[in-house]
């Protein structure tokens, strides 16, 4: 049964099921020089805190209660900072101190605890605000750290790393707006940049997005072959969480080129690393992935193990969409393993849900395949 894609985070809007990293939607407005910050004028401006060289902060952030940090450059100097947020939309902005000046605009979108990586170069000397702020009406508050991670002078492969991040976040912008075409050209032009730049994190960023528009564009086995490679890169900086989710997009483009035991090699350490990371959205992403594999392979008893469980996990999140196509699958399993009376009920649940949900194109395909389960068990 077909499932749709869960998101970084971070839904897919061309309905694929993937774990994947999520867009940046990224604006670069130009350099004004920023006004020094004066001794008064500092006193009148809230700032939540400053930024210092490898201090981690860690904050929470309200629907319309923008969070702002101060840093102070040097003219020529290079900054990184990185922002590791839970699946949230948060929008960024480097701002002169009296916010009459924009010199970067960022839109953050992504998985849990993804980590954006956000570089400039300072023009004049003085104080810059950062200031982040939720991008979407948020339930409550919303937790993420902040830290500068890198402050230095400025070399000029620098600017090969700051272009290359202006190009990456146009492609992401241009996969979430359903053109992955356009994406793969953007990202095209912006690996040579961070890989002559030795930017590894930013590389492997870039090589999965290549995946993902590939994945969008049904070219599954050129997916493969850059996400593998983003998958090495992954590796080497260790970082866990885009392993997980580099290994389940594997899983989820071998399934669909039909090499489903090596679909299932990838989802199951997929499964392990986030059951590691303590990643509750991914694992559910990840089990139902893994049951639907089985159930491609008719292996009906273990793809029901697996749905169960991602069902769980679902309902746990309030992750209603993603329940609907758990439930539709559940049916078909217990369809083929003739328990009719359990397929039907998944199927009526599924229904359910999707009315709720306003899908009306899954309610047409939950009532088809109720009505079948309904026949079948009638004619036994």
């Keep these: 049964m077909p499932r749709k894609c869960l ?9 694929l099921l993937m774990i994947i990293l999520l867009a940046l939607t990224a ?8 006004r020094q910050l004066a001794g008064k004028a500092a006193k009148r401006i809230t700032i939540t805190d400053r930024l210092e060289l490898g201090r981690v902060i860690h904050a929470k952030l309200e629907a319309g209660q923008p969070n702002s940090y101060v840093v102070a450059l040097e003219a020529g100097q290079y900054m990184r900072v990185v922002v590791s947020k839970s699946d949230l ?7 002169s101190m009296d916010r009459t000046q924009t010199f970067l605009a960022l839109t953050l979108r992504g998985p849990v605890s993804r980590r954006e990586p956000i570089c400039w170069i300072a023009k004049v000397s003085g104080y810059y605000r950062l200031e982040l702020a939720a991008f979407e009406e948020v339930a409550g508050t919303q937790a993420y750290t902040i830290q500068l991670a890198e402050l230095r002078t400025s070399v000029p492969v620098d600017e090969k790393r700051i272009v290359a991040q202006g190009l990456f976040d146009q492609a992401r912008a241009s996969i979430m707006q359903g053109r992955p075409q356009k994406a793969v050209e953007i990202l095209q032009r912006a690996l040579p940049l961070s890989r002559d730049a030795k930017d590894l994190e930013r590389e492997a960023a870039e090589l999965s997005s290549i995946g993902l528009a590939c994945v969008q564009m049904s070219q599954h086995e050129k997916a493969i072959s850059f996400s593998e490679q983003a998958l090495a890169v992954w590796r080497e900086i260790k970082d866990r969480q885009e392993e997980g989710n580099t290994l389940a997009n594997l899983g989820f483009a071998c399934s669909n080129i039909g090499e489903y035991e090596r679909a299932i090699a990838y989802l199951e350490q997929a ?3 986030k059951r590691e990371t303590n990643d509750q959205q991914g694992q559910g992403a990840v089990l139902g992935l893994l049951g639907t594999a089985y159930s491609s392979v008719n292996d009906y008893e273990k793809a029901i193990a697996y749905l169960e469980q991602s069902l769980g996990i ?11 196509e758990t439930l539709a699958s559940l049916g078909y399993a217990y369809l083929r393993l003739t328990q009719y009376e359990k397929a039907v009920r998944n199927y009526e649940q599924a229904l359910t849900v999707k009315r709720e949900t306003g899908d009306h194109r899954g309610e047409a395909n939950a009532l088809s395949n109720l009505g079948d389960a309904v026949a079948t068990e009638n004619s036994v």
């Design 7 to 15: 998101t970084f985070a971070f839904s897919c809007k061309a309905q």
């Design 27 to 34: 604006v670069l407005l130009g350099q004004s020089q920023p």
């Design 89 to 95: 939309a948060i929008a960024l902005r480097l701002l």
């Design 271 to 273: 499964l392990a690393i």
């Design 314 to 324: 679902e309902r746990a999140v309030a992750n209603r969409e993603v329940e609907g």
